[in-house]
């Protein structure tokens, strides 16, 4: 069964620091780009990170210097470590998990991001 799971959201003062994780449960061998989308409220949803199998990261301009994308290939997991934070990183983050031979995109529920002036 496909499950995508995130975990470590929560409520941080600017400055401050998450670790958000996502776990893919994938009944497959290998998996492609896992990348964060984040959605905060009356804003269109927007890429803020990916990684490739292959380790190849990219960032959106707003989060490039404070947070950090990585995975572990044996254990289907991405995190995203988000350090500096500002009150504009408030959303929903999203994981995002791509299986490229089958041309699809697995989505997590979304976890809670707030950070408070």
């Known amino acids: 069964q496909v499950q995508v799971v995130e975990s470590g959201g929560g409520l941080v003062q600017a400055g401050g620091s998450l670790k958000l994780s996502c776990t893919a449960s994938?009944?497959?061998?290998?998996?492609?780009?896992m990348g964060w989308y984040r959605q905060a409220p009356g804003k269109e949803r927007e890429l803020v990170a990916v990684i490739t199998s292959g380790g190849t990261t990219n960032y959106a301009d707003s989060v490039k210097g404070r947070f950090t994308i990585a995975r572990d290939n044996a254990k289907n997991t991405v995190f995203l470590q988000m350090d500096s934070l500002k009150p504009e990183d408030t959303a929903v983050y999203y994981c995002?998990?791509?299986?490229?031979?089958?041309?699809?995109?697995?989505w997590g529920q979304g976890t809670q991001v707030t950070v408070s002036s």
């Open positions: 994938l009944r497959i061998f290998r998996i492609d780009d």
């Open positions: 995002n998990v791509a299986v490229k031979i089958l041309n699809v995109n697995y």
